[in-house]
Structure formats: C-alpha cells, structure tokens
T-cell receptor
Framework: GQQLNQSPQSMFIQEGEDVSMNCTSSSIFNTWLWYKQDPGEGPVLLIALYKAGELTSNGRLTAQFGITRKDSFLNISASIPSDVGIYFCAGSNSGGSNYKLTFGKGTLLTVNP | GAGVSQSPSNKVTEKGKDVELRCDPI?????LYWYRQSLGQGLEFLIYFQGNSAPDKSGLPSDRFSAERTGGSVSTLTIQRTQQEDSAVYLC????????????FGPGTRLLVL
C-alpha cells in the first residue's frame, strides 16, 4: 500500500527559530493534511491542501502541496514553547471525502524556551 | 462543545481475553473512523462507517477485529483473543459527510495486552 516518509523524526530547537518538516510518498495523493498531536490527545488538523502547488498559511504555519503530488512540507515560523508536540502528515486519495487517511510516522518537535 | 469521546481511557488485559472499545462521535457526524497508533508510529486506518454501514473495512488487521455502529452514533471496536501485538492506542474520529470534511479525533484508548 501507499507509504509516507516523514522527516525529520525529531527536532530540538530554540524558541524563536523556524522549523521545516516534510513528507514524501511513493505514489500520488490528491489531498495532503498536516496534524498536531499533544500528549494524551488525538491529532488536531492544522492545514489541509487540495491542489497541487497550493501554498496555505494558518498563522505561523505554512504548508505546501508539492507539484508532483508526491510530497508536502510544513513550516513553522518563530517557534514558541506551545509548538511542542508530534506533527503528522497525512494523505488521501479517496476523493474529496478524505475518509481514508495514510499517515506519516510523525516529527517530534521540542522547543527550548 | 462536546468533542469525540472514547472509553475507557486505558485498558490493561491479559492475552487471550476479549476487549471492547467505545467511541461517541460528535453529535450530527454521520462518518466515523477507527485508527490504531502503535508506539512511535503514525496512525493506521482500520475502518470507516457511513451511518451504520462500513463501506471500507480494509484496514482491520485480522478477523479478531470487528466493529459495529448503532443508531448512527456510538461505535464499538471489539478485539477478540487479544495478542501482545494488539497493544496500541486506538483512536476514533468523526466527521460530517461530504467533500473536504475535517476528521475530529478523540483522545484514544490506550490498550496494553500482557
């Protein structure tokens, strides 16, 4: 089946620094999503991307849907301590309903105040 | 407002026992999903409900796993004859039907099979 390679596995940064993480796929997706998971909680959707080449921002977060439809990246600018958590990319090919998501293994972000 | 709730929060069981995990979706959400998250891994899709029917059960790892949904609301994931490799966090999500609908996740049930 489809697999997502997410990198880096973990990052340790200083508060105020910018962060970038990405996902690549062995096959194309027509939707890319980025989630954040805090300890003991379920993932929360950060950004959804529906068109190849699309660049979308949500506050300090920016994500792009790769033109090849096989990759996506997430940038976080001016990191703050509450950005700590695990970030997951997810892709879907089940039409616009996104019912069947394939997740990457996550990037663990630690922010040092 | 009420989000997706799951019970129990934690479950410890002995190998070979059956377990039932419950999910209460957001009121009005007709779509419901189950995922499994093993330690250090991403989420693995298990099953999707549209109302009370499951058009896609392709992610269920074996016939020991089953799920049902009644009244278009509560869903139960049952694991029979649990094995140690079943230990994981089981996450439920719900959404409205239709294109581009966001899946809202519950906090999960942490299952440990001894």
């Amino acid at each position: 089946g489809q697999q997502l390679n997410q990198s880096p596995q973990s990052m340790f940064i200083q508060e105020g620094e910018d962060v970038s993480m990405n996902c690549t796929s062995s096959s194309i997706f027509n939707t890319w999503l980025w989630y954040k998971q805090d300890p003991g909680e379920g993932p929360v959707l950060l950004i959804a991307l529906y068109k190849a080449g699309e660049l979308t921002s949500n506050g300090r977060l920016t994500a792009q849907f790769g033109i090849t439809r096989k990759d996506s990246f997430l940038n976080i600018s001016a990191s703050i301590p509450s950005d700590v958590g695990i970030y997951f990319c997810a892709g879907s090919n089940s039409g616009g309903s996104n019912y069947k998501l394939t997740f990457g293994k996550g990037t663990l972000l630690t922010v040092n105040p | 407002g009420a989000g997706v709730s799951q019970s129990p929060s934690n479950k410890v069981t002995e190998k070979g026992k059956d377990v039932e995990l419950r999910c209460d979706p957001i009121s009005g959400h007709t779509a419901l999903y189950w995922y499994r998250q093993s330690l250090g891994q991403g989420l693995e899709f298990l099953i999707y409900f549209q109302g009370n029917s499951a058009p896609d059960k392709s992610g269920l790892p074996s016939d020991r796993f089953s799920a049902e949904r009644t009244g278009g609301s509560v869903s139960t994931l049952t694991i029979q004859r649990t094995q140690q490799e079943d230990s994981a966090v089981y996450l439920c999500a719900s959404s409205l039907e239709g294109v581009r609908q966001t899946q809202y996740f519950g906090p999960g049930t942490r299952l440990l099979v001894l």
